[in-house]
Every structure is written in structure tokens, then in C-alpha cells.
């Protein structure tokens, strides 16, 4: 048998005296696996959920321990794991007496087998004291019933506290309550000590009654409410006593707020507005017009440090308050993405004539600077650099930009250059300012000398469905290719879809796994053509989280056996439906209700009637002791238990519903969705927190607008039809936004029509449209909100330069090549003086990362993201407890990829000459024309010709 020896050397000295032991003490035990249960206790987690924990001298397995655990009286229970032992969880009701029996046999997971019967009584014990405030919320109104609900347990008497907070506090409540005292942020208006006459162990929910509590005053309110004999049960709760709803739209430099009333939505005309920073500095203070709006405006951009924070407006009796934080169009996946608008400094084009170089070659590189309206700046110095794959500056170099705002650049790289992705940056001197940066590749590789196309009978296909694909090959100096080998495969990968109209939802299984599946599908011979075809049937029994891409590849060999590959992707679609889960933004509370909005869509995104089975577990986390490998030491690793929650069947009408589900108590829950027939799968991963703080409260889903514009782009002056379609009829505000407010206006809105406008010079190269549409509530739903935006794009062709290039559609190699640039602008008038660049590049080389013709004009004209925030307190506004809820009162109440398309051949790049010419710093004549002549390597290939030409605010290719 196992031993433990155990030695004590002398000297050890005990706590009573200085003398230590003399002599060494030895023990030999020897080692036996026994297994005890040891100690219990009971606690509950929920009020549903008792657990019962028993330690245990060993590690058990619970599964193979439950079949001997008995309780009495017999009760539905769980087995599961828990730290030194085991827990049983079961509905034990308080004051129970239950009599837990373990039968002997049971084993551990060494081996050791319990001798005898374990029995123990166990009275359950009362539920803990709590109170709670079962509201996310934090403005309530009169008009739609001003009643708290109080949820209670076990606690007889409450105590109930009102703080009114001083106006000019609410700034420094809102940023610091968790450590400001309430006694320094206002004055206790209300103390009492109410009745809860329920009996023990009876959850029951309860109203406070806040126009008596405030006397109807209005204003800004810290509510407690606490066990009156044990002050450890309490909740408090931040509420906002008022009739004004606010609505905020921040940019870099102003804001604009639009006030209403939340009783009957009439605009407050005259209510004083204040914005604070979170340090409680007044930034802008005004007064509301005739239709509720206040503009504030600056003539510099607000401080990084000194931003608004909140916003206050006040009228003669009543104050309300808006706290900026959780911008509502970000959180609604409206397609608001792109750079920021330039309105001062500079930006660069960054244009290399390809995107990967061998190791002894020249790197060139053109830059062209802008600052704001697409003009040159001023000539300044700026800083060319070169970091390679292991971020270290290898090459830098200053150069002083020309007139036309152009820099070019050149490096010639080393023959030992690492392979792998360099950065070419283009700073200011001190190198800190980037203006742009591109990512280049250094490989050994040779030219392809082939071109490579597939076409695919269909690009969407679904599982045991035939999908055939055409390969068409030639050489790139013209001839066909053929007689060559191919091979081809195709690699089926998990994707999750993605439906416009349903951004704010997720879609598919995230707790499966799709391993990637390559399958060759065979080789063959092209015709003479450098024609071939073959086809694969998608497998049937394909199970992904959701959609599946495959990608085929077809490799083709030239006779010195260089592969040379191109690929297409098949979107491939397992199921015939399609399942969606969406949670409101922001923090879940054990006790209050959320709503899971549900969405059933068939393949075209469109919504399709089903029935769905709904799973909510809950997550335990158990730290098992184990070895991972045979032989290897023990150590922890982490098991994850499911305990079910909620099974359900829910029938989607028209392929939407909700399903509304109140967390027991604290910690990580996972959603499943599934549609029996298909099998299609959505999960959803969520914790509920306990509250910490007293700010608002997260953001529902908001009821969106949907905005059509009737042309893609417009030109200056043009007038714009924007329709939209609402999901109510109301009262809107309307405004065209950049990085500031181009234009805003009040708009009564049917449930669908038009607004027209005109575009002006302020909306280039975009502007966003955007709605908030609000309609006056009733006490059971609330005033109704609904949010829209969408781009509008500006025509910039007045800007664009248009290039032509005479030259040779052939010639031998070796020979000059005479060629011509021709520069005009869009009335076909000559530009003289324009900068111009030129290059000749092999369309293999181009192939190997996919090179695009540059377009400076759609870099510097590209999308701009919004940059104006849009905040309101219509998503926490509290609605009133319903009368039939009984107050509480003194009397109680009732109860790489990415680069390489082909694949690099890596043999010595000197034993292969390449065409790849690059001449910058061009200028065109007074009729707007560059001629010169290009010395050609010898290589025969076919190459692609650029010249880039741009001049002040203009720029063509």
C-alpha cells in the first residue's frame, strides 16, 4: 500500500518557550482512499432553487452519483458539482423538513466506495431578507402613473428614504454616486416606516406611491428602501420625477437638444438648457424655441478631457436631465461607418504600382497630400519609412512636397530582405503624425505566366446540391493554354449570415464547431482550348452553426510546373430556415423581466412562419482535478454544467415573436433557439449583474424607420427625395448631419411618406439623414420612439480628372515604347501643369495580390462616418406600476491569404527579369499631354499601363 512519511527536524520551537525539539519526529500513515461525507450547509440561490452542499473526503463524479441519493418526502433535484464535494438543487420549500439518504456503494472517482448509508435531516431554512426595485428605468412621469414597484421577501417592515438631490448636484450624483454620501448631494424630503403584511417566504411585489412620497414636486430623487431591522436587505434607485423628455444630438463642436413634454409631446418653448462636463463645468446654456430645439454652438472643437456629459433642462417647475452615454444609432447596426470627416490637418493617397517585391529589388512608391476640400497644402517636409515584418524601421527618408502636393519615393531593398509584409508610412517630420500608411509583401516568387478564370454554374447553392464549374486558362503573352494539368478542391468553412434588415440580431450556433472540410474534387487536362469543366454534389449531411462557404480552388501547371491557382467562393446554405435572437442593450438584473425578440427568416432574408423550441440554461463553472494526458501531473481545468432554465414551444407568426424571461438570480445564461423540422440553431450568450451604481439603465431595442433615398447620388443643388416607412404616425425631428448639424427641423410624420430637401455644398462628399420620430404614450406602453438614418452620397465627378494613354497595344521585347498621357478635366478642357505618374506592371505580378487601379478621387471623396451622437431618455423611461398593485403603507396592505491569390514559386528571383516600370514626377504640358518612352525588358507578357494625374482638387487614373 501507499505510505506518507513525515519527518519534523529538531529545532522547531513552539509558541510557549525558546527550547526547540531535540530530536527529529518520523511518522510513517499508510495511504487508504476512503470516502466520507463529510459536512452540509443549505443556502438558495434563487427563491426556486435550494441547494444543499456536502463535502466529501474524495472527488465524486455527481452523474454517477445521483442514481443513490434518495430525498424524503420525494422532490424533484439535480446532482452537481461543488467545491470540496457535491450540492443537491431542488424546488425545497423554506421551513421543509427534508432527509437526505446517500446509499452505500456510491463511489468517488478513485475508486472508494461509501461503507455505509449516509442519512441526514435537514430543516430548510428561511429565505434570505430582500428588497429590490424590479425596474431598469430612470425617469417617470405623472402621466403615465407614477408608482414604484417594490418586490420584498421576508421583510416585514420597510423603511423607506427620499433624498431630493440639489439641482446643481445631479452632474456630480450621476458620476460619482457609488462614493458620494447622499447627505452631500441633497436633502432627506421623506422618511417613513411602512408595513408588508405577506407572509413569510412569499415573494410579493408592492408599489411606492411617488406623488405622495414627493409631495409632486418634481425633481431628481434617490430612492432607498430597506429591511427596517436588518439594514443589510435594501435597494435604492435613481429616479427622475418630471414631465420633460430630452432628446440630444452632440458633435465636435456644439449640441443640439430638442425638449418635450412627456404627457402630451408639446415642445417646451423657453425651457433653459445646461451642459455639463463630467466634472460639473457648465460648457453651454441656452433657451428652447417655438419648437423645443436649442442649438449650442463653438467655435472650437470641445477638450478630449472636457466633453458634455449630461444635459439638463429646466422649465419653472419641473427639471429633467439626459445623461450622453449609450449613442443610439451605434448600438442599432445603422450603417453610420467610414473615416472622419477632414476639417483640418491632412491626409495621403498612398500609391505603389504593385503589391509585393522580391528581396534585391526597387520599392517606388507616389504619395499625394490633401488637407480639407481635397486641396495641396502649402510645400512642407514630410517622412517616408519603411517598417518590416518584425516592426522595425529598416529606411526612412524626408522630402518636401511638390506644388501639386505630391511626394514620391523609392528603396531599394535588400538581396537578404526578410520575406513577409512590410509598411510603407508617410508621416509629418516627427514622425509621430501618420497620413497614411499601405502594406506591401517581400517574396521570393516568379512572374506567373498564366491567367486562370472559373465560372460556377451557380454562386448560392444548398446542401446535395450539383454545382459544375468551367475553367478557362491562357498565357499572358496571348496563347491558349493548352494541354496543361490542373487539380482542384474545394474547402467547405462555417460562415455566420448576415441580413441588412436585421442587424441588431445574432444568427447561428455559436456553441458548435465546423471544423474547416477539404474535399478534392479530381484532376484533369485543359482542351486546346485551355478549356475544362468538372462538377461535385455539396454533401447532404452537412451540419454547420449556420452557412457554409466553399471555396474552390483549381491549380494549373505551366510545363515548367509553376501552379498557378485562382479560387471562387459558393455560398452554401444548409437550412431552410434561419433563426435570430435579440436582447435589449445594457445590464440584466436577477427579478426583473427582459424581452428576447425572436426572428425567423428563409434563405432570401425574408420573414417565414415556423415554431421554434426556446432553451434557457444557466452556467456553472467547476474546477475539476484531472490529467489531461495519461502520465501526465494532476491540475485544474474548467467544466462548464447547463442547468436548464426554461423549455418552451413558440409559435412565430408571420417569423416574429418575443419571449419574455425573468432571471432567478445572478451569473451566465445561454439562449437556444431551434426549429425542429431543419434543425437550425441560434444561440446567445448573457449575465445578469446586480446593479452597481445608480446611472441609467441599458437601451432597449428602439423601433427603427426605415429611409430610402430615390438616387444614389446627387449633385450640388439637386433636390433630394428621402421616403421613409414608420411604425407609427408622430412628430420627428429631422436633420442632415456630417460632423455637425447641416440642417434640422421639427416634421409631423404619417406612417409613410417623403421629406424633400436640397442638397448644399456642406453634405460632400456625404451627409447622414436622419429621424427621430416620437409619439405621446398611454400608462400601459409609454411614449413611443423610432430611429432612422441613412447616407447620402455627393457627386464629386466635378473633381475628377479624365486620363487617357496612347500607346502600342503590342511590341517585341527589348523595344522602346512610345506612349502619351493626356490629362482633362470633365468639360474635356487640357490641364496644364498637372503631376502625372506612370507605370507598367505584369498582370502576373499584379494577379498575386489582386492589384486595383489606383483611385485617388475615391480615397479622398470615400464615406465618412457620422460624427454626431444621438442620445435620449425615452429607452429608461419607468412605466407606472398598474393600480392593481397595492401600495405599501404605515398599515400594511394585502398579500495571408488576404494577399496572394496565387501561389508564389519559390525559386531564385534572378533567374527570372520581370516587367515592372514606374516613372513619377511627370508634369503635363499646356495641353495637358506627357509623351516619353518606356525601355522594355526583355520578357514577353502581357502588363497593365497606369498613369495616376492629379492637379489642386482634382485627380484622375
Same mark, same amino acid.
Given at each position: ?21 531535540? @530530536? ?101 431554512? @428561511? ?136 404627457? @402630451? ?103 499625394? $497630400? ?215 442593450? =445594457? ?100 449575465? $445578469? ?8 439603465? =441599458? ?225 503635363? @504640358? ?32
Amino acid at each position: 500500500e501507499p505510505v506518507l512519511s513525515v519527518e519534523i527536524l529538531p529545532g522547531l520551537t513552539s509558541e510557549r518557550g525558546p527550547l526547540g525539539l531535540e @530530536d527529529a519526529y518520523r511518522k510513517t500513515l499508510e495511504a487508504t482512499y476512503a470516502f466520507e461525507i463529510l459536512g452540509n450547509w443549505v443556502y438558495f440561490e434563487s427563491p426556486e432553487s435550494c441547494v444543499i452542499t456536502f463535502n466529501t473526503s474524495t472527488p465524486v463524479d455527481p452523474e454517477a452519483l445521483a442514481p443513490f441519493i434518495r430525498v424524503d418526502p420525494p422532490s424533484p433535484f439535480t446532482v452537481r458539482r461543488s467545491y470540496g464535494g457535491f450540492a443537491i438543487v431542488g424546488p425545497f420549500l423554506p421551513r421543509e423538513r427534508k432527509v437526505i439518504t446517500v446509499k452505500r456503494g456510491a463511489q468517488a472517482k478513485n475508486g472508494a466506495k461509501l461503507l455505509e448509508d449516509f442519512t441526514q435531516a435537514i430543516i430548510i431554512p @428561511d429565505l434570505y431578507p430582500s428588497v429590490a426595485f424590479p425596474v431598469t428605468g430612470t425617469y417617470i412621469t405623472e402621466a403615465l402613473g407614477a408608482r414604484i414597484p417594490v418586490t420584498l421577501l421576508n421583510v416585514p417592515k420597510v423603511r423607506v428614504l427620499l433624498w431630493r438631490l440639489y439641482d446643481n448636484n445631479i452632474p456630480i450624483a450621476l458620476a460619482n454616486l457609488p462614493q458620494v454620501p447622499a447627505e452631500a448631494l441633497g436633502e432627506l424630503v421623506r422618511e417613513e416606516t411602512l408595513f408588508n403584511d405577506s407572509p413569510p417566504n412569499v415573494p410579493v411585489r408592492k408599489a411606492l406611491d411617488l406623488v405622495h412620497l414627493t409631495g409632486n414636486r418634481k425633481g431628481t430623487y434617490l430612492l432607498i428602501a430597506q429591511d427596517a431591522s436588518d439594514e443589510w436587505a435594501f435597494a435604492e434607485h435613481l429616479v427622475a420625477f418630471t414631465d420633460i423628455g430630452i432628446v440630444a444630438k452632440v458633435f465636435p463642436q456644439g449640441i443640439l437638444v430638442w425638449a418635450n413634454s412627456l404627457r @402630451d409631446g408639446t415642445p417646451l418653448v423657453n425651457a433653459w438648457v445646461k451642459v455639463f462636463s463630467r466634472t460639473n463645468q457648465l460648457l453651454l446654456e441656452g433657451t428652447c424655441d417655438e419648437e423645443g430645439l436649442f442649438l449650442g454652438t463653438r467655435d472650437t472643437p470641445w477638450d478630449e478631457k472636457i466633453r458634455p456629459y449630461i444635459v439638463t433642462v429646466q422649465t419653472t417647475d419641473d427639471l429633467s436631465f439626459l445623461v450622453l452615454e449609450g449613442e443610439l444609432f451605434a448600438v442599432s447596426g445603422f450603417d453610420i461607418t467610414g473615416r472622419e470627416y477632414l476639417r483640418k490637418g491632412y491626409e495621403a493617397f498612398l500609391y505603389l504600382p504593385r503589391g509585393v517585391f522580391r528581396p534585391g529589388e526597387e520599392l517606388k512608391a507616389q504619395a499625394i $497630400v490633401r488637407g480639407p476640400e481635397f486641396l495641396p497644402p502649402p510645400a512642407f517636409p514630410v517622412r517616408f519609412a519603411v517598417r518590416n515584418p518584425l516592426g522595425r524601421e529598416i529606411a526612412e527618408e524626408s522630402t518636401v512636397l511638390s506644388p501639386q502636393g505630391g511626394a514620391s519615393f523609392s528603396l531599394l531593398l535588400p538581396e537578404n530582405a526578410l520575406t513577409g509584409a512590410y509598411v510603407l508610412s508617410l508621416t509629418l517630420p516627427d514622425g509621430k503624425t501618420v497620413l497614411a500608411e499601405r502594406q506591401f509583401l517581400v517574396e521570393e516568387f516568379a512572374p506567373p505566366r498564366l491567367r486562370v478564370n472559373l465560372q460556377a454554374s451557380s454562386l448560392l447553392a444548398t446542401t446535395g446540391e450539383d454545382v459544375s464549374v468551367d475553367i478557362a486558362s491562357e498565357y499572358l503573352f496571348g496563347r491558349k493554354a493548352s494541354g496543361l494539368p490542373f487539380t482542384a478542391q474545394v474547402v467547405f468553412e462555417s460562415t455566420l449570415p448576415s441580413f441588412p434588415d436585421f442587424a441588431t440580431y445574432t444568427f447561428g450556433n455559436k456553441e458548435a464547431t465546423f471544423p474547416p472540410l477539404t474535399l478534392p474534387l479530381g484532376e484533369g487536362m485543359l482542351n486546346e482550348e485551355g478549356r475544362a469543366s468538372f462538377s461535385f454534389t455539396v454533401p447532404s449531411d452537412l451540419r454547420p452553426p449556420a452557412l457554409l462557404t466553399g471555396k474552390v480552388t483549381v491549380t494549373v501547371s505551366d510545363p515548367a510546373g509553376r501552379p498557378v491557382s485562382e479560387s471562387l467562393n459558393i455560398l452554401v446554405s444548409p437550412y431552410p430556415v434561419y433563426l435570430g435572437v435579440a436582447l435589449p442593450e =445594457g445590464e440584466f438584473e436577477p427579478g426583473v423581466p427582459l424581452t428576447i425578440a425572436l426572428v425567423a427568416l428563409d434563405r432570401e432574408g425574408k420573414p417565414k412562419e415556423t415554431g421554434v423550441n426556446l432553451r434557457i440554461f444557466r452556467i456553472l463553472r467547476h474546477f475539476v482535478l484531472s490529467a489531461p494526458e495519461e502520465g501526465e501531473s494532476l491540475r485544474y481545468r474548467e467544466e462548464e454544467e447547463w442547468v436548464p432554465e426554461v423549455e418552451t414551444f413558440l409559435s412565430l407568426a408571420e417569423g416574429k415573436g418575443t419571449y419574455t424571461f425573468t432571471p432567478g438570480t445572478y451569473g451566465e445564461y445561454l439562449l437556444e433557439v431551434s426549429e425542429p423540422q431543419s434543425l437550425s440553431t441560434t444561440t446567445r450568450r448573457f449575465f $445578469v449583474f446586480g446593479r452597481y451604481g445608480l446611472a441609467p439603465q =441599458g437601451e432597449a431595442l428602439p423601433d427603427r424607420l426605415n429611409l430610402v433615398l430615390d438616387k444614389s447620388r446627387y449633385r450640388l443643388g439637386e433636390e433630394v427625395t428621402l421616403r421613409y416607412r414608420a411604425p407609427f404616425a408622430g412628430k420627428a425631428l429631422f436633420t442632415v448631419e456630417t460632423d455637425t448639424i447641416v440642417s434640422s427641423s421639427i416634421v409631423e410624420l404619417e406612417e409613410s411618406g417623403e421629406i424633400r430637401f436640397e442638397v448644399t455644398e456642406a453634405m460632400a462628399p456625404n451627409a447622414y439623414c436622419s429621424l427621430v420620430l416620437l409619439k405621446e404614450g398611454t400608462p400601459e406602453e409609454g411614449p413611443l420612439r423610432a430611429l432612422g438614418v441613412t447616407p447620402l452620397f455627393v457627386d464629386q465627378e466635378d473633381h475628377r480628372l479624365v486620363v487617357t494613354i496612347t500607346t502600342q497595344t503590342s511590341a517585341r521585347p527589348g523595344e522602346q515604347l512610345p506612349c502619351t498621357v493626356t490629362v482633362r478635366d470633365t468639360h474635356g478642357n487640357p490641364v496644364p501643369g498637372a503631376e502625372v505618374t506612370l507605370s507598367l506592371v505584369d498582370v502576373g505580378i499584379l494577379a498575386l495580390t489582386d492589384e486595383p487601379v489606383p483611385d485617388p478621387l475615391g480615397f479622398f471623396s470615400a464615406k465618412r462616418r457620422l460624427g454626431v451622437g444621438t442620445f435620449d431618455l425615452y429607452s429608461n423611461l419607468i412605466l407606472g406600476e398598474p393600480s392593481t398593485t397595492p401600495l405599501l403603507h404605515p398599515a400594511g396592505g394585502a398579500p495571408e491569404e488576404a494577399f496572394l491569390k496565387a501561389q508564389l514559386s519559390f525559386l531564385r528571383p534572378a533567374l527570372f527579369e520581370v516587367l515592372s516600370l514606374f516613372v513619377p514626377g511627370l508634369v503635363t @504640358d499646356k495641353e495637358g499631354k506627357v509623351t516619353l518612352e518606356l525601355a522594355l525588358p526583355d520578357v514577353a507578357t502581357t502588363a497593365r499601363m497606369v498613369a495616376l494625374a492629379f492637379k489642386e482638387d482634382q485627380f484622375g487614373s
